[in-house]
């Protein structure tokens, strides 16, 4: 049976998280802005390391942050800021302590979205954010597809281990 992994994409409203997620599966993006409510959950096949997984991707809704049912039996996390939008980053720092708080041991993305745009604010802030959260850093565009099946192939890849690593039987 295909292993199932469960991926938390949160960030605030309009970082583009629906997009980075319809991009990843569909690879399509609509452009279209249209607020998700509370939660969407897509399922994805993904390779990792060359074995198939199903990918679970659970895309929150920014004032659901608090939900911490949501994030249970995670083990990967994207935490998604928009590279037009300062405050988004700084409210990253909420996302990641619900994180740690409740999925402590998940591995983490941080993703600066929105990159065809061009960062309307420092490029090393992203970086500095990802390193205190030990975490790697990537920039995306949900709208050109730059880097998005890497972005989740990786998180798809760190998931792995960390399943492995939590308990190897688990869903098989
Ligand atoms: N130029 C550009 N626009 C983007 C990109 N990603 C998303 N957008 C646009 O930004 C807006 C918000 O995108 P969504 O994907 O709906 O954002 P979200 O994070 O899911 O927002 P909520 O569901 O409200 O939390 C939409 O108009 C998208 O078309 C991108 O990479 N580049
Ligand atoms: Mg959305």
Not at 129 to 144: E, G, I, K, Q, V
Not at 147 to 152: E, S, Y
Request: overall charge positive.
């Amino acid at each position: 049976m295909l292993r199932n992994i469960k991926v938390i994409v949160a960030g605030e409203k309009t970082v583009g998280k629906t997009s980075l997620v319809e991009q990843y599966t569909l690879g399509k993006f609509s452009g279209q802005y249209s607020h998700s409510l509370g939660l969407n959950v897509t399922t994805h096949i993904a390779m990792a390391s060359n074995r198939p997984v199903k990918l679970e991707l659970w895309d929150i809704a920014g004032e659901y942050f608090e939900r911490t049912e949501f994030y249970r039996n995670a083990v990967a996390c994207m935490l998604v800021y928009d590279v037009t939008k300062e405050k988004t980053l700084q409210q990253l720092a909420t996302w990641l302590n619900v994180c740690r708080r409740t999925i402590p041991n998940a591995a983490i993305v941080v993703v600066g979205n929105k990159i065809d745009l061009g960062y309307r604010f420092s490029t090393s802030w992203g970086p500095y954010f990802a390193r205190y959260a030990n975490a790697p850093h990537f920039t995306a565009s949900a709208s050109t597809g730059e880097n998005v099946d890497l972005i989740f192939s990786e998180l798809a890849k760190s998931a792995i281990s960390v399943r492995d690593s939590n308990s190897p039987a688990r869903g098989e």
